[in-house]
């Protein structure tokens, strides 16, 4: 039977922990674009970076760099099955002059990835920052290291914009633009299109509007541009912590079952602990959701897209200089992920040497 493909997100720059992923039985890559910029966004607040519009190959969203990617993973055995990252968007989230540049940029990108066969992109609403964590080192089980959130040591933070300067209404006016633009070279590329929530999952953060924090605003986005190539990365630590979901209107197993193969091409297997405005990652046998459940719940609904860890915690030995992407979790979480998948999908047919 098809089952998921186990996959981990890398930067396209080989390291030692390749071969040990590569051990764990991940054979499929969901790839960050080649540049630093684009790889340290954690933690960070960072402006709308100008470019203008490309159709230059050499550009990191571009057909030369993306197969460059392509090549490069493949020579270390792993295939590239999706690109979590995108050309600079914040003018085209915020509704700005030099959107449609930045669209066209996306555009780019996505019509590459359909001609390399790579069928998966991963974008954010979110504007003028990554996403938000207050503490990158909250001892766990056995001292491990996990990362938090506090709203009331974040509202101590600088805002990101003056009080009225965006509204929810032109964010989704912006959303609506940008899905009417690019959507429709998605269905031509075969590409898949996964919107990731807000995180946290906060309807503000520092007076700029987060329209894309509750299950409510998914069913809406959804709605915009009916078509299978515009659906959800199904992060479940952010959905987790959804009003909906906190408030006990639904679940996330019922939610995976709602929306279906048809609307989820991507996972984030997380958990986390708490509320929208005080929680923490957790190791993934550690957390308030049922994943054993939710495993079950993709099976039912035949999901074969690429799911992976995230926001693993730091382990013993390890520097936490990447929180929340050291190795040491991140194997444990594979391996948690692969019980769970042979759980509910089945034993492999064929064993992989």
């Known amino acids: 039977m098809d089952r998921i493909k186990l996959s981990e997100m890398l930067p396209p720059r080989p390291e030692a922990s390749w071969k040990l992923i590569k051990q764990c039985g991940v054979n499929t890559i969901v790839g960050l674009l080649n540049g630093a ?22 550009a990191p969203w571009g057909k030369k760099a993306l197969a460059h990617n392509v090549e490069l993973f493949a020579d270390h055995g792993f295939a590239l099955v999706g690109t979590e990252d995108t ?36 974008y954010n609403w979110m504007a003028l ?3 938000g964590r207050t503490d990158t080192a909250i001892p766990t089980r056995g001292d491990a290291l996990v990362t938090g959130f506090d709203l009331a040591v974040s509202e ?25 633009a690019v959507v429709p070279v998605a269905e031509e590329a075969g590409v898949r299109l996964g919107l990731h ?17 509750s299950v409510t605003a998914f069913r809406r986005m959804l709605d915009i541009v009916p078509s299978e190539n515009s659906g959800i990365t199904f992060c479940q630590g952010n959905f987790a912590l959804m009003p909906e979901v906190i408030g006990d209107q639904t679940s996330l197993p019922t939610l995976i ?34 994943l054993p459940e939710c495993m079950r719940a993709y099976s039912e ?12 915690p730091t382990m013993a030995g390890e520097t936490n200089e990447q929180p929340g992407y050291e190795t040491l979790g991140r194997l444990f979480a594979l391996g948690y992920i692969r019980g769970l998948e042979q759980a509910a ?3 492999p047919a064929e064993a992989t040497l």
Request: charged residues 30%; aromatic residues 10%.
């Open 129 to 131: 920052s990554s996403w």
């Open 345 to 347: 999908y089945g034993h």
């Open 156 to 180: 101590q933070k600088a805002p990101l914009v003056e009080p009225g300067e965006v509204t929810p209404d032109q964010m989704w006016s912006a959303l609506e633009y940008f899905l009417r």
């Open 257 to 290: 079952r709602e929306f279906g193969r048809e609307k989820i091409p991507f996972v984030h297997f997380r958990d986390v602990k708490g509320t929208v405005q005080r929680f923490q990652e957790t190791f993934h046998d550690a957390g308030q959701t049922d």
């Open 37 to 58: 910029e684009q790889d340290q966004r954690m933690f960070t607040s960072v402006g709308a970076k100008s470019y203008g519009a490309s159709t230059d190959s050499d």
């Open 87 to 122: 050309a600079p968007m914040d003018k085209a989230r915020l509704g700005l002059p030099g959107r449609d540049e930045e669209i066209d940029n996306v555009i780019t990108q996505v019509k590459a990835m359909g001609e390399l066969g790579i069928p998966t992109l991963c």
């Open 197 to 213: 929530p807000d995180d946290p999952p906060r309807p503000w953060d520092r007076n700029l509007p987060r329209i894309m924090s």
């Open 301 to 312: 609904i035949g999901f074969t897209g690429p799911m992976r860890p995230d926001h693993v």
